[in-house]
């Protein structure tokens, strides 16, 4: 209710109007000062009458009553110190219920905590009154409560992300990090949600004993990476501790387990390795290229399994796709390790000669030359890798055998006859094979016999 506002010149020339333009305004501010004195009695009654034995936190007509006597008086800070208790009470029982309308609760909760950390006379107030209670009173300690007050509510929400997470509630979870994200907290805050979670959720999993509970730290680091999941040290710890684990399994009798902890990993390693955060960090990059390196070395583990059997004669020919995704595991994993140390050398050398005899094997098993030829040029391209890795004769030699197979099987090509664009075709590509083969091992006689024998049937061709 406004009262009329008469203008100056008015005002001056009639004394008698003025004076009750003033009482009139008196009257007005009297009412809506009853009426927000109602309204305020009003809402302490209905929270007295819905307890006998105390007062309540809420009930949804007293929030009602507070909310309306705070649109007409913004600067009680009684008022918004109820409304704050209020929804912050409602905001918990909705939750606990799983109830839609916990989010909007919270949120209320927390507009209102902020304004009231706003609110100097509501802090006034309150250490005069412990002022009043005489000496040995410190009000600096209000002063720092009111400086942490909305950084402390963070507890309530760390509390119950954590309770969420154990009860497998991850909707909820995920629900309240929105909330906090979204929140009236200062961004400063809320730039510590995740650390302050990652610390209730995991520290007594980081003392258990890997060798003993492995499984239990890693749901532990899921649970977290599923509501942060570009958290580092989170990120770091959990590939730690699956390379930990990984390394107590046998390839010979537990393959199935690595494999599924490998496809439990990865996406993990991929996520830490892709992260802004690992850049510079050593640690970040020590536990991706040591877990990088013990997965590497299963597959070799495999692969030198089946190498033995396929030289043994042992290895049905279906075993063939087995080593060479050992293989290629390996190459790959070890690869992404720190291939600098002589151990990642060693092995990734063996891989490349193992990948090279297996597609050399499996290629001259085959009567297909469409098949056959491309093969081995892999093959070749496998020891020429391998020759990177180290000075030794071995790769060389793999490679101008398999280089000089091909030859052969070009010319038993050529001398079953075709067409004569194919012939011409089959003897060009015949000798490069012998050329690179004799450049590979100069001192191969048989390689320099061949060389001679094909000039001298087709040398005027």
């Known amino acids: 209710m406004k009262a009329p506002q008469d203008s100056p010149a008015l005002t001056a020339a009639c004394p008698e109007r003025a004076r009750w333009g003033l009482l009139l305004r008196d009257l007005v501010a009297a009412v809506d000062s009853a009426r927000r004195r109602s309204l305020k009695a009003a809402a302490w009654r209905e929270l007295h009458d819905a307890s006998a034995d105390a007062t309540l936190p809420?009930?949804?007509?007293?929030?009602?009553?507070?909310?309306?006597?705070?649109?007409?008086?913004?600067?009680?800070?009684?008022?918004v110190h109820h409304l704050a208790i209020a929804y912050h009470a409602m905001a918990w029982?909705?939750?606990?219920?799983?109830?839609?309308?916990?989010?909007q609760a919270w949120r209320k909760a927390l507009e209102h905590w902020k304004k009231l950390k706003l609110s100097k006379p509501f802090w006034r107030q309150l250490i005069a009154r412990g002022e009043s209670l005489g000496a040995g009173f410190d009000g600096s300690v209000i002063e720092e409560f009111r400086g942490l007050l909305v950084e402390r509510l963070l507890d309530v929400h760390v509390e119950l992300i954590r309770h969420h997470c154990e009860t497998m509630e991850r909707q909820q979870a995920l629900r309240q990090v929105a909330l906090i994200k979204q929140s009236a907290i200062p961004p400063a805050s809320r730039k510590q949600l995740a650390e302050r979670v990652?610390?209730?959720?995991?520290?007594?999993?980081?003392?258990?004993?890997?060798?003993?509970?492995?499984?239990?730290?890693?749901?532990?680091?899921?649970?977290?990476?599923?509501?942060?999941?570009?958290?580092?040290?989170?990120?770091?710890?959990?590939?730690?501790?699956?390379?930990?684990?990984?390394?107590?399994?046998?390839?010979?009798?537990?393959w199935e387990s690595i494999v599924a902890l490998e496809e439990r990993i990865s996406p993990y390693w991929q996520t830490l390795k892709s992260s802004a955060g690992c850049f510079g960090d050593p640690l970040a990059k020590a536990a991706l290229e040591d877990l990088a390196g013990t997965l590497g070395r299963k597959y070799w583990g495999r692969a030198r399994r089946f190498r033995a059997q396929r030289e043994e004669k042992s290895q049905p020919g279906s075993r063939a796709d087995e080593e060479l995704r050992a293989c290629e595991g390996t190459i790959a994993w070890v690869t992404e390790a720190n291939v600098g140390d002589r151990e990642?050398?060693?092995v990734l050398l063996n891989a490349f000669m193992s990948r090279a005899e297996l597609k050399a094997y499996v290629g001259l098993g085959s009567n297909d030359p469409a098949f056959t030829y491309p093969l081995l040029g892999e093959a070749v391209a496998d020891c020429e890798r391998a020759m990177a890795l180290t000075q030794e004769r071995a790769p060389r030699d793999l490679a101008a055998q398999i280089l000089q197979c091909r030859a052969q099987r070009r010319l038993a090509e050529i001398a079953a006859g075709g067409s004569e664009s194919r012939f011409h075709s089959e003897l060009g590509l015949l000798e490069e094979d012998l050329e690179r083969a004799l450049q590979l091992d100069p001192e191969s006689t048989v390689v320099k016999e061949d060389l001679e024998r094909v000039r001298e049937l087709f040398g005027d061709l």
């Not at 029982?93 to 989010?103: F, M, S, T, V």
């Open 58 to 79: 809420y009930t949804p007509r007293a929030i009602a009553l507070l909310e309306r006597f705070h649109d007409l008086d913004r600067h009680d800070g009684d008022a």
């Open 344 to 346: 990642g050398q060693v």
């Open 198 to 254: 990652y610390e209730a959720m995991v520290p007594a999993g980081r003392s258990l004993a890997v060798t003993e509970r492995p499984e239990e730290l890693m749901r532990l680091f899921e649970e977290f990476l599923g509501l942060f999941p570009h958290h580092v040290p989170a990120l770091r710890s959990f590939i730690e501790v699956s390379k930990a684990w990984l390394s107590q399994l046998s390839p010979a009798s537990q």
């Open 93 to 103: 029982d909705l939750e606990l219920r799983g109830d839609e309308g916990a989010p």
